[in-house]
T-cell receptor
């Protein structure tokens, strides 16, 4: 186990709704990255937070937003859910932020199903 | 644009055999190349990683071979065991940015 926890484990929403996913990073880690993993595909980078600031964003629309708190935990918010948002959402924690290449440790993910 | 291409998509190997997974990348700014193992319903777990100043790295039964000029790297799983049955992902990251770009994954099945 990596020490990265995510909640909830599973979630079912309907199209147009909003969802908030949560992540607690591994102790001592100040950087959180979020990834979306569609079924049968590799994870895709959504964005990264370092010291409560967004540092880097992948090819995702603005309805994907996030927060990082002073204790380095993080939230991923998705507005106006679409069917294609159904995926496993992974949180990964690391140290050093965007300035140093460091190993990222993944949580178990939140499985989101949009109906 | 798929910056990291992984092959094969799936692999069946007998217990005790060698599993070989290959990846190719395009961006020469990539500076860190990890491999992750993922079981169904779980998040990816780091197996082994390499940086481009090294051509090979071995940890237990897992070996990464890296060819900087060809922009390719591969994972060898020696003495494959049924417990190795999982999906394996290669990834790459730039020195600045620390964002992982993943390959499409290889589903490995080890038959007893």
């Amino acid at each position: 186990e990596t020490g990265v926890t995510q909640s909830p484990t599973h979630l079912i929403k309907t199209r147009g709704q909003q969802v908030t996913l949560r992540c607690s990073s591994q102790s001592g880690h100040n950087t959180v990255s979020w990834y979306q993993q569609a079924l049968g595909q590799g994870p895709q980078f959504i964005f990264q937070y370092y010291r409560e600031e967004e540092n880097g964003r992948g090819n995702f629309p603005p309805r994907f937003s996030g927060l990082q708190f002073p204790n380095y935990s993080s939230e991923l918010n998705v507005n106006a859910l679409e069917l294609d948002d159904s995926a496993l959402y992974l949180c990964a924690s690391s140290t050093g932020g965007p300035f140093v290449v460091e190993t990222q440790y993944f949580g178990p993910g939140t499985r989101l199903l949009v109906l | 644009q798929q910056q990291v291409k992984q092959s094969p998509q799936s692999l069946i190997v007998q217990k005790g055999g060698i599993s070989i997974i290959n990846c190719a990348y395009e961006n020469t700014a990539f500076d860190y190349f990890p491999w992750y193992q993922q079981f169904p319903g779980k998040g990816p777990a780091l197996l082994i990683a390499i940086r481009p100043d090294v051509s090979e790295k071995k940890e237990g039964r897992f070996t990464i071979s890296f060819n900087k000029s060809a922009k390719q790297f591969s994972l060898h799983i020696m003495d494959s065991q049924p417990g190795d049955s999982a999906t394996y992902f290669c990834a790459a990251s730039k020195a600045a940015g620390n964002k992982l770009t993943f390959g499409g994954g290889t589903r490995v099945l080890v038959k007893p």
